[in-house]
């Protein structure tokens, strides 16, 4: 069998990858609550061999670009067919963007579930959370592994769906209620855009398939060219104004700027299901569109919606990191890091580069995952505490914990050659050639970056541990606590099956970077993902700057945070009286909420008090009016008519039907299935001489 | 293809026939759903298949069979609702104990 072959081969069983998990996730649904370790096996060796299939596809592909051409086979079959001219067809898609994201999310998944089972052991819904986990992972890689917007749009609103269920696994806290609920309709606004632009397409394109190989039916993105002839809406060829679309879906999912208020809330849900939602699935999920879609963005030259996308994404990376700079709760901070780093890959494929935006979105995927295990570590290790001015100290508590956490936040940092430093440098250079603005802002939330998760590690990990300060004033909740199993209120270790993922994603965040780096004589991760883009020339200015405020961030976090660090819980933070009201601010995240509170929602609020006004006043008015009216005019043909004349002939009518009423009120026996059974009996006697006269 | 159409028919009738015995013999609420459920899946069955064997014209009877899948679910989500609110009434499901219809 030759390569081509064998390429097809695994092209027409990718649907293997995610028929795993979903085959776990139905099974999971049947299990009883006790069946916990049952679930979790089934859980974790459906991810692995996910994974191993996903590996196989992964390593077929490489090596296949050696012509300047990306590898692609697709697979397509008809799924409902209207007419001999309308159908709606299905496919799959194994290409190295694909096999990429395909192994990522399948390795990263699988350590995630490992430490799930860790992370989730004292819940009573063990099982349930771990079915929703299956299926989340499952509708994920239907998502990347599709070759059709419209099964891509389905594992969209699946993906939507399962973290819409996560985050309000403990659906008990309002919180958590409320943020699945913002969750869901931040994304869902999203959606709108998302699913107008696949309508457009269809209208102009005639197909939904992406590609399809054939010169006859070409897919949608086949015809990037020739959409980008026609003319859309606002200026922009037909082209670009489906990517433009497409591209509020993708700000929905991958919260940028205006949609990004949902994704900090979704910090109620479970820290594993925080680590999924950020490193290998939600989120992701947006921006591997774009990249999908990556023809349509760029079919047009100069098209306005390429810097739309560059400047949401600088927007969303510099406005998230500031307000990182001041949140306490451990996960808030990841959260909002999160924001930034997706604003720097949309930021990066706005800039017409591809491969830096999936380069990043790739190394991201595994230094957020560790960090956010390494986050729910601490969290398990001093006894659901989030906040960080609670923690401090823990290095000598959980020394693994503690050195992986660092490995994840220099790579977050870009701290000179981890993973995040190559990938961000890559985008950043990207950028530089196209805005020198948007460079700077883009360097200057790379500088926030190194600067916050440096604080963030000082906090929890360095000074004394103040975890312990508020129990001497509550001795007798402090019993009971101890009687729930926690002998000694100290921060402890967290078992292997906790540490051991964060552990294996470490050693990617420290090397998985040099794929990516220009530093060889090919750019390996560009040669293979898209070896047709012209590479941006390297600068030299552009990777020293960037070491430059990696190294500057992380000194200044370490002046302020580091050299003296907190004494008390109480204690304000060091920046708070520097920066005044401006901390406030950041610490109230620019009060996007607020302004989303006294704008949208005040005014659907209004709009719904305005019509219950008009109602209540106007449409009930109208009805009273002519309810009165006739009950006057019957009022005077009472008097007249009705006493004196009718009645009399009336009552002894009425006599006769009332006995006639009783008579038949026996048969209304209110046994809704007699009644049924008569007519079934009516509908065979009907049907019966129907046949026989 | 080589499936005669009478074959379906058949399939569709005993369909009908043991959702009608659902509905008409189970005293449990939801049982009697489901056997509302079954007959309609029945004749949506008939519909497919006439449409398959070419009775109608283009899209028809597809459009039938959608709008009814749809208004199954619709009906069923609200006959679910129906059957929780009797049971915080009754605190029982059984279809012989609701008779506050009785004339």
């Known amino acids: 069998m030759d390569h081509a072959d064998y390429l097809q081969h695994l092209t027409r ?20 609550r006790p069946a916990r370790k049952l679930s979790a096996a089934l859980t974790i060796i459906a991810m692995g061999l996910s994974c191993i299939f996903a590996v196989r596809a992964f390593l077929a592909t490489i090596g296949g670009g050696e012509h300047h051409e990306v590898v692609r086979t697709v697979f397509n079959f008809t799924w409902f067919k209207f007419s001999d001219t309308a159908s709606l067809d299905l496919g799959f898609i194994l290409d190295p963007l694909t096999a990429g994201m395909a192994a990522m999310v399948t390795f990263v998944g699988f350590w995630i579930f490992v430490n799930a089972t860790g992370y989730m052991h004292d819940d009573e819904n063990f099982t349930r959370f771990f079915c929703f986990l299956s299926l989340f992972a499952a509708s994920m890689l239907g998502l990347v592994i599709s070759n059709n917007l419209l099964m891509l749009f389905m594992c969209w609103e699946l993906v939507g769906l399962c973290s819409y269920l996560l985050i309000g696994f403990w659906y008990f ?7 699945m609920k913002k969750a869901f309709i931040a994304t869902r606004i ?36 020739a959409l980008a002839q026609l003319t859309g809406w606002w200026g922009l060829s037909a082209a670009s104004t489906i990517a433009f679309l497409l591209f509020i879906g993708a700000m929905g999912k991958s919260a940028q700027f205006p949609l990004h208020v949902w994704l900090p809330d979704a910090m109620e849900g479970p820290t594993p299901v925080s680590a999924l939602i950020h490193a290998a699935t939600m989120v992701a999920a947006g921006v591997f569109m774009i990249g999908r879609m990556y023809p349509l963005f760029t079919a047009e030259p100069g098209a306005w919606v390429m810097d739309f996308v560059m400047w949401i994404g600088c927007i969303t990376a510099v406005f998230s990191a500031t307000i990182a700079v001041a949140q306490f709760d451990i996960k808030r901070v990841l959260a909002y890091s999160t924001c ?63 050195l992986c956490y660092v490995i994840g936040t220099l790579a977050l940092s870009g701290f000179p050659l981890t993973a995040g430093f190559f990938s ?13 603005l948007a460079w700077i802002l883009g360097t200057f939330a790379a500088f926030l970056t190194a600067f916050y998760m440096t604080r963030q590690i000082f906090m929890v990990f360095f000074g004394r541990w103040r975890g312990g300060d508020e129990d001497r004033g509550h001795g007798q909740e402090h019993k009971s606590h101890d009687e729930r199993g926690h002998e000694h209120h100290e921060p402890h270790e967290v078992p292997w099956n906790m540490w051991l993922p964060f552990a294996m994603l470490s050693v990617f965040a420290l090397l998985m970077g040099w794929l990516g780096t220009p530093w060889f004589h090919d750019n390996l991760f560009h040669h293979y993902i898209a070896p047709e883009e012209v590479a941006s020339e390297s600068s030299n200015l552009v990777m020293g700057l960037s070491i430059a405020v990696a190294l500057f961030g992380i000194l200044l976090g370490w002046l302020i945070y580091g050299r003296k660090t907190m004494e008390h819980a109480t204690d304000p933070d060091p920046l708070a009286p520097t920066l005044g009201g401006l901390f406030v601010f950041l610490n109230h995240k620019w009060y996007i909420d607020e302004l989303y509170e006294a704008t949208v929602y005040r005014f659907t609020a209004t709009c719904g008090m305005f019509f219950r006004l008009f109602d209540k006043l106007v449409v009930d008015g109208i009805l009273h009016a002519i309810a009165w009216v006739v009950w006057a005019i019957s009022q005077v043909f ?8 009718i009645n009399g002939g009336f009552d002894s009518g009425c006599e006769s039907v009332r006995l006639g009423g009783k008579v038949l009120a026996k048969l209304q026996s209110g046994r809704m299935q007699n009644y049924f059974r008569v007519l079934s009996l009516g509908a065979a006697i009907l049907l019966l001489m129907y046949f026989f006269t | 293809m080589s499936i005669p159409l009478g074959y379906y028919l058949m399939l569709s009738a005993f369909l009908f026939a043991i959702g009608l015995c659902g509905a008409l013999s189970r005293k449990n609420a939801i049982i009697v759903l489901i056997g509302i459920e079954i ?46 609110a009797v049971y915080r009434y009754y605190r029982s499901v059984d279809v012989d104990q609701m008779t506050s219809l009785k004339g």
């Open chain 1, 638 to 645: 009472r008097w007249v008519g009705d006493e004196f004349f």
């Open chain 1, 190 to 225: 999203g959606d709108v855009g998302f699913f107008l632009g696949i309508l457009m397409l269809y209208w102009k394109s005639g197909t939904l398939n992406l590609y399809t190989h054939d010169p006859i039916h070409p897919g949608a993105l086949e015809q990037a060219g």
């Open chain 1, 13 to 32: 069983q990718q649907w293997l990858i995610p028929l795993f998990p979903l085959v776990a996730a139905a099974i999971q649904s049947l299990l009883k």
């Open chain 1, 173 to 179: 806290k309002p919180s958590a209620a409320a943020a």
């Open chain 2, 39 to 84: 007959m309609f899946n029945a004749g949506i069955l008939n519909f497919v298949v006439f449409w398959h064997y070419k009775y109608f014209a283009v899209l028809t009877a597809q459009m039938f069979a959608i709008f009814a899948i749809s208004i199954a679910a619709a009906e069923s989500a609200v006959g679910l609702a129906l059957v929780i």
């Open chain 1, 424 to 436: 961000k440098d890559e985008i950043l250079l990207a950028t530089y050639h196209h805005s020198k």
């Open chain 1, 340 to 402: 930034s780093q997706l604003g720097f890959m949309v930021m990066g494929l706005g800039a017409h580069s591809l491969v830096a935006g999936q380069f990043h979105l790739l190394t991201h995927a595994f230094f957020k995952a560790l960090l956010f295990l390494g986050a729910g570590c601490v969290i398990v290790g001093t006894h659901h505490e989030q906040d960080m001015r609670k923690m401090g100290g823990l290095r000598k508590y959980m020394p693994i914990t503690f």
